[in-house]
């Protein structure tokens, strides 16, 4: 059964920093795409990162670029969203998704407020 | 960026009758592999989404079959053929041709 369990979210004051981890099992991690996608409180859906299986392949929404870093390590079935400068705007449920949003973790909640 | 558009925003069902979304993207979702990467999720209640539909028309596994969906290019349609109360929750397309992925709005949908 696959499964995706994400940590990492909290409180955190404007301008700060947070890392988000998600523990993949289940399937075979190294060979899919993983994805990190939010949702605002009570908003829509959001894309945020993708990386390929490899690592060699990141892709960003233009309102994260330069702020936040999508990264994986296929020895530890893990997915990370290293976040920097954080904004109120970014306030959200962070899920990792495999692939094509075929599966999706639980979701962390960030909070971003002073 | 492409632009996801859904309607309704809102749809309030009949059990047992059927219901359907539309959606519309900015530019055609045909990618040069012949695929049409257009994805319908359901998001219940307090739940993360899940996957209904990929690539049009295709069920994800364990979808019920009163799940369908059709279309090309920029229009698309997902159709209950027959509304059941757990259908309750909003619903997203999204398209997966071109980062940064979009989504549409969300359609919500209750039972009458």
């Known amino acids: 059964e696959v499964q995706l369990v994400e940590s990492g979210g909290g409180l955190v004051q404007p301008g700060g920093s947070l890392r988000l981890s998600c523990a993949a099992s289940?399937?075979?991690?190294?060979?899919?795409?993983m994805t990190w996608v939010r949702q605002a409180p009570g908003e829509g859906l959001e894309w945020v990162a993708i990386?390929?299986?490899?690592?060699?392949?990141?892709y960003y929404v233009d309102s994260v670029k330069g702020r936040f870093t999508i990264s994986r390590d296929n020895a530890k079935n893990s997915l990370h969203l290293q976040m920097n400068s954080l904004r109120a705007e970014d306030t959200a449920v962070y899920y990792c998704?495999?692939?094509?949003?075929?599966?999706w973790g639980q979701g962390t909640l960030v909070t971003v407020s002073s | 960026d492409i632009v996801m558009t859904q309607t309704p925003l809102s749809l309030s069902a009949t059990p047992g009758q059927p219901a359907s979304i539309s959606c519309k993207s900015s530019?055609?979702?045909?990618?040069?592999?012949?695929?049409?990467?257009l994805y319908w999720y359901l998001q219940k209640p307090g739940q993360p989404p899940q996957l209904l539909i990929y690539?049009?028309?295709n069920r994800f596994s364990g979808v019920p079959d009163r799940f369908s969906g059709s279309g090309s290019g920029t229009d698309f349609t997902l159709k209950i053929s027959r509304v059941e109360a757990e259908d309750v929750g909003v619903y997203y397309c999204?398209?997966?041709?071109?980062?940064?992925?979009?989504f549409g709005q969300g359609t919500k949908v209750e039972i009458k």
């Open positions: 998704a495999r692939d094509r949003l075929q599966h």
């Open positions: 289940g399937f075979t991690f190294s060979s899919y795409w």
């Open positions: 990386i390929k299986p490899d690592g060699s392949e990141k």
């Open positions: 530019q055609s979702l045909l990618y040069s592999d012949g695929k049409t990467y």
């Open positions: 690539e049009v028309s």
């Open positions: 999204m398209q997966g041709r071109q980062v940064p992925w979009t």
